[in-house]
């Protein structure tokens, strides 16, 4: 459980490849017992795939996450993860409802900051800049040393340059 612990503030702590390299090897050790811990290991891979931002790692993250949403439709942290990869994989629509969801239930405030920023980077996906920009605020407000809030405003920005230059 320790290891596990330590694996979870690795991620908070965005050291990402550690935080991924944990939670695989306590995953090759889980037994059947637990199904719901196994569930939230590959939770937390996709996750950590994910914000490694690794190409080669991202039909993992579609894989576990599909399968944990699949057991654990209701679980905010699962459905977060879930909608993250959808807007990953350029299914932002899909993915805004559940990191909607996702936001409503959760209650820790880097959890919610974390998917206020996914919901910022769908939304811009999306052309919604204004809505975009509500939501990177939430999550400043929210957890301000959030590092995914640097990404978070490269994504927003960018898309919004490249929208203002965009002949129409």
């Avoid at 599909?66 to 990953?88: F, W």
């Amino acid at each position: 459980m320790l290891r596990h612990d330590l694996a979870v503030a690795r991620l908070l702590q965005g050291e990402y490849e550690q935080a991924r390299t944990a939670f695989v090897g306590l995953l090759s050790q889980e037994s059947s017992r637990l199904p719901g811990r196994r569930l939230l290991l590959l939770n937390n891979i996709a996750w950590a795939d994910l914000m490694l931002r690794r190409a080669d790692l991202l039909r993992e993250a579609d894989t576990y996450s599909e399968e944990a949403i699949k057991e654990l439709p209701n679980l905010p942290a699962i459905q977060g993860t879930r909608g993250a990869v959808l807007v990953t994989l350029g299914r932002a629509e899909e993915g805004l409802s559940l990191l909607k969801k996702s936001f409503r239930r959760h209650s820790e405030p880097s959890a919610r900051a974390s998917v206020a920023c996914w919901i910022a980077i769908a939304e811009t996906r999306t052309g919604h800049g204004e809505e975009a920009r509500v939501w990177f605020g939430k999550a400043e407000r929210l957890c301000p040393w959030l590092h995914l809030l640097d990404w978070t405003r490269e994504e927003t920005q960018g898309h919004s340059l490249a929208a203002a230059n965009s002949p129409r």
